[in-house]
T-cell receptor, first 113, second 115 residues
Framework: KAGVTQTPRYLIKTRGQQVTLSCSPISGHRSVSWYQQTPGQGLQFLFE???????NKGNFPGRFSGRQFSNSRSEMNVSTLELGDSALYLC????????????FGPGTRLTVL | AQSVTQLGSHVSVSEGALVLLRCNYS??????LFWYVQYPNQGLQLLLK??????LVKGINGFEAEFKKSETSFHLTKPSAHMSDAAEYFC?????????????FGTGTRLTIIP
């Protein structure tokens, strides 16, 4: 079974631009979560989608948004990029079977100049 | 609310020696606990997890962890370190329940293996 895939793997943007990251979950997984990883703040939960609905949300500003499609694929959008948004963005999928076991993709490395 | 403390941001052990990575958690409900490993420029790989049942959990690559409720700990061990174990390790906690897909991570421990 294929794992979680994320595209693109690397992105370079400038301040003020917006960016969209994509995540395809493991087949059969209906929950997709997004995390931001930075050297200073570590791994932080952004949000989680299940059946096209945002079910959980972390403490990030409204510039960070996401959505999920009917095939469970998810996208994350960051508008008005700031230098501090430079990070590794990780997507994780799960069966949402009550065990909270999440499987992570390789991440998208975003650099904001 | 949940939180995780990983003692020691860097741990070095000799090849063949015992690996011990420490994790303490705080949770208002009986937690689910996880250990993930991250190799350079890669995502997180699940090593093992504790949900319910047996408190000694065995994972991949020879790692195991023991859930100790009285000590609020979930330390990761491996009897004999291998060079390929060099990576960053993250302990994570979640509050059980359907619809609560949110992991809270510790700050990570970078494991170095000395030849």
């Amino acid at each position: 079974k294929a794992g979680v895939t994320q595209t693109p793997r690397y992105l370079i943007k400038t301040r003020g631009q917006q960016v969209t990251l994509s995540c395809s979950p493991i087949s059969g997984h209906r929950s997709v979560s997004w995390y931001q990883q930075t050297p200073g703040q570590g791994l932080q939960f952004l949000f989680e989608y299940f059946s096209e609905t945002q079910r959980n949300k972390g403490n990030f500003p409204g510039r960070f948004s996401g959505r999920q499609f009917s095939n469970s694929r998810s996208e994350m959008n960051v508008s008005t990029l700031e230098l501090g948004d430079s990070a590794l963005y990780l997507c994780a999928s799960s069966l949402s079977d009550g065990t909270d076991t999440q499987y992570f993709g390789p991440g998208t490395r975003l650099t904001v100049l | 609310a949940q939180s995780v403390t990983q003692l020691g941001s860097h741990v070095s052990v000799s090849e063949g020696a015992l690996v011990l990575l420490r994790c303490n958690y705080s949770s208002s409900v009986p937690p689910y606990l996880f250990w993930y490993v991250q190799y350079p420029n890669q995502g997180l790989q699940l090593l093992l997890k504790y949900t319910t049942g047996a408190t000694l959990v065995k994972g991949i690559n020879g790692f195991e962890a023991e859930f100790k409720k009285s000590e609020t700990s979930f330390h990761l061990t491996k009897p004999s370190a291998h060079m390929s174990d060099a990576a960053e390790y993250f302990c994570a906690v979640s509050a059980p329940g359907f619809g609560n897909e949110k992991l809270t991570f510790g700050t990570g421990t970078r494991l170095t293996i000395i030849p």
